[in-house]
């Protein structure tokens, strides 16, 4: 009787480490996908920065052309007289 207890016990013992083992792999192999998927998204996050950055640069290039259109045309304007005779724009 004692005989089957312990071989029921070690049986237990052995199903309970191999458990514990598959157990302890997936959580394993779940931590490196995590870790892995955390690096992927460091990597986009950095690319998106870039862009973001990219982006913004084009921005303000494309408002600084076109305050300087304006510029032009207000400068040339400015030079743009009416002539009191005939009522024509001239260019001065």
């Known amino acids: 009787m ?16 191999t458990v514990t083992a598959l157990i302890c792999a997936y959580l394993n192999k779940k931590t490196k996908q995590l870790e892995e998927n955390k690096l992927k998204i460091e990597k986009e996050k950095e690319a998106l920065k870039s862009e973001v950055k990219s982006l913004h640069n084009g921005f303000r290039e494309y408002v600084y052309r076109e305050l300087l259109d304006i510029k032009s045309k207000v400068e040339h304007l400015e030079d743009v007289k009416v002539c009191k005779r005939c009522k024509r724009k001239k260019d001065v």
């Open 2 to 17: 004692d005989q089957i207890i312990t071989t029921i016990i070690s049986s237990l013992c052995i199903i309970i480490t």
